[in-house]
C-alpha cells in the first residue's frame, strides 16, 4: 500500500474565492499559502509557518512529486492547485485523493466540521476556524482601531496567530 500525504493549507488573496474560484484567487498579485499542515500515514503533523519565513522542507516537495505517494485532502482541487501556484509548477492531479468528494459518495455532508460532527471521530474541527480565517486569510477594511490597515499578519495578533497554527494542524487530524 502506497503512503498517504494528507495536506491542509491555510492561505491569503483580497480575490474572494466563493464568488470567483480556486484558479482566479491564486491568480491574485496578493496570493500566498500562510500556513501548511502534514502528515505522512500515521506520522505526527508536521506545521509549516511560511508567513512567518519558514520553508517547506525538501522531504515534502518530494513527496508532492513521488507518484508513489497519494496526496490527500479535504477539497484537495483547492490544494492541490494553490501549491502548484505557490512551487510554479503543476501538480497531477492524478496523484491526489479528494476526502470531501469520498464523503460525499458516502452520502455525507458536504463540509468537513459536520463530517466529523456525524462521525464522531476524535479528531474534531476547531470551532475558532471561521473567525480565525476572517481575520487572517481575507482582507480587512481599514479602521481607526486597526490603524488603517487592510491586512491582518501574524504580529498584529499573535494569540489568534497560535490558535490558527493549530486549527490548521487539527484540520490534518480531522481529515484523517
Request: negative net charge; hydrophobic residues 40%; aromatic residues 10%.
Amino acid at each position: 500500500m502506497c503512503p498517504v500525504l494528507g495536506i491542509d493549507i491555510e492561505t491569503f488573496s483580497s480575490v474572494p474565492l466563493p464568488r470567483c474560484g480556486v484558479y482566479r484567487y491564486v491568480d491574485s498579485q496578493d496570493f500566498e499559502i500562510l500556513l501548511l499542515s502534514y502528515a505522512v500515514d500515521d506520522r505526527p503533523v508536521q506545521l509549516i509557518d511560511l508567513a512567518s519565513g519558514e520553508q517547506l522542507p525538501q522531504s515534502f516537495l518530494d513527496a508532492l512529486t513521488d507518484s508513489a505517494i497519494t496526496k490527500s485532502a479535504y477539497n484537495a482541487q483547492f490544494e492541490r492547485v494553490c501549491l502548484s501556484k505557490h512551487l510554479g509548477k503543476w501538480l497531477d492531479p492524478a496523484q491526489w485523493r479528494c476526502t470531501a468528494v469520498m464523503a460525499s459518495y458516502l452520502t455525507l455532508p458536504a463540509k468537513l466540521v459536520d463530517v466529523a460532527a456525524v462521525l464522531n471521530v476524535a479528531q474534531q474541527k476547531m470551532n475558532e476556524g471561521k473567525d480565525l480565517i476572517r481575520y487572517f486569510s481575507i482582507p480587512c477594511k481599514p479602521t481607526k482601531v486597526n490603524g488603517g490597515r487592510t491586512r491582518n499578519l501574524p504580529a498584529d495578533a499573535p494569540d489568534k496567530w497560535e490558535t490558527y497554527r493549530q486549527y490548521n494542524m487539527q484540520d490534518v487530524e480531522a481529515e484523517r
